[in-house]
């Protein structure tokens, strides 16, 4: 499947409030980000304007202001930052600058709705580039007492999330919400964050939570939420569907995972990030193994397929792939002669290729194709099945086999090929394979 292209919002655009731990009134100006720039926060309340970007090296897990997600340091911090990096996942926005006069974002009703209103006001423009998800390759998660946060590999971006308070109203709420730009519109945008009414009276005796209120913050008190009525009766873990939305997002690009969460917040979920960086850095050190530049390449020699595949004479049985759609399809040549092994005991009088060879040498070109697909590079391409095989003739010394690999259906773990092997124009052997993937440390 090809990669989605970077966005940026196509017209400036503002949202002013206060915030709502600080209680200082603040504009957000938001503005189209240049291709490659990510999220990028720019305090120009200060003298200096220091650049913020929005990222994991950014985060920060000790800012004296709790239940919100900050980045930056000292008097260069930012506050509260989850509800619009919600928003922009929802949106697909890849590349923005956000000007700010103040320290924490505006908060409009607690949720993440006038930031998604205002990008969709500003519109969303495609960019020439395109951003390539990351897909989790084996499970992690955190855990602290009762809560925990878990993620497992999947096709899609999912979160499973079960909410239990010692409160009538906030007891044993489950949603499960898998991440499309309608599905997020429709089912979290406007998902308002919420406190119980001793928490929200600490928080005052702490000196927090000064722009909170009873028409941005729902309030549940003893008798149900205050002065407020919920847009949806599980509206509660709805919002913290949101919040692990946006706290992801500092992953810098789109995340295919699903994850699974028990009562986590704001701290869990920067925890559960850092360990999903450190699994993506792995992957790109194992994927520098195979550093052969396909980029442009229309062929690929001998040189190249050994960096894609682990088989080695005498069981590299494809010598050059002569065109190639990355990920998509591809011609491969195997020049079959006297002196391949398997003719010393393979009908040694009359040579005659086995046709289990002749599938494992179209496999191996289908390895190539796969492996070439960004989103498979560093793995290793196992063959799991093989399905309605044909030998039509027999393949003999002195005959190039011409393999025809087209993919059929691409996932993150199960890709399937349809196969066709040809010696002077004509169809000599043919399959259906489906192949499952493994990380690359398999051979270590």
């Known amino acids: 499947m090809k990669p989605a292209n970077q966005k940026t919002i196509k017209n400036e655009c503002e949202i002013e409030g206060v915030g709502l731990h600080t209680g200082s009134p603040v504009k ?126 999947a096709d899609d971006f999912k979160i499973t999330y079960a909410l239990n308070y010692d409160h009538p109203l906030l007891r044993s709420q489950f949603f499960e919400f898998t991440m499309t730009p309608e599905n997020y519109a429709r089912d979290i945008a406007s998902c308002r964050t919420f406190c119980m009414e001793e928490e929200a009276d600490e928080l005052r005796r702490k000196g927090l939570g000064k722009g909170a209120n009873f028409k941005n913050t729902l309030v549940v008190g003893a008798k149900g939420v205050l002065e407020n009525e919920v847009r949806f009766a599980d509206e509660f873990v709805r919002h913290k569907v949101l919040d692990i939305v946006g706290d992801l997002y500092l992953l810098g690009l789109p995340l295919k995972g699903h994850v699974f969460a028990v009562k986590s917040g704001h701290r869990l979920n920067l925890q559960l990030l850092k360990k999903i960086q450190q699994q993506r850095k792995l992957a ?58 398997f003719f010393q005991g393979h009908f040694p009088t009359r040579p005659v290729m086995p046709g289990v060879l002749m599938v494992e040498a179209m496999a191996q070109t289908a390895g190539v194709v796969v492996l070439t697909n960004p989103a498979h590079r560093g793995k290793l391409a196992f063959f799991m099945a093989v399905d309605n095989v044909k030998f039509r003739k027999v393949v003999t010394a002195g005959d190039q086999l011409m393999m025809d690999i087209e993919v059929t259906k691409d996932r993150s773990r199960i890709t399937q090929i349809h196969a066709v092997s040809r010696v002077d124009g004509e169809i000599v052997a043919e399959a259906d394979m489906t192949f499952s993937f493994t990380d690359a440390s398999y051979l270590d």
């Open 284 to 341: 790109k050190v194992k994927a520098a193994r195979f550093d052969y530049d396909f980029t442009g390449k229309k062929e690929i020699d001998i040189e190249g397929i050994m960096k894609v595949l682990p088989h080695r004479y005498p069981f590299l049985l494809v010598d050059r792939v002569i065109e190639i759609e990355h990920g998509k399809k591809a011609v491969g040549i195997k020049n079959v002669t006297i002196n391949d092994g």
């Open 28 to 153: 957000a100006i938001l503005k189209p980000g240049m291709v490659g720039a990510g999220i990028v926060f720019i305090r120009t309340d200060l003298p200096e304007q220091p650049m913020v970007p929005a990222n994991i090296e950014s985060i920060n897990l000790s800012p004296g202001v709790p239940r919100c997600t900050t980045i930056g340091k000292d008097e260069h911090q930012i506050h509260t930052i989850e509800h619009l990096m919600s928003a922009l996942a929802g949106c697909g926005i890849t590349n923005l600058t956000v000007e700010l006069d103040a320290s924490e974002l505006p908060g409009g009703d607690g949720s993440a709705l006038c930031f998604y209103e205002a990008v969709q006001k500003a519109g969303i423009e495609d960019q020439s580039e395109p951003v390539e998800p990351f897909f989790l390759s084996e499970p992690i998660g955190v855990s602290n007492d009762h809560a925990s946060i878990f993620i497992t590999p």
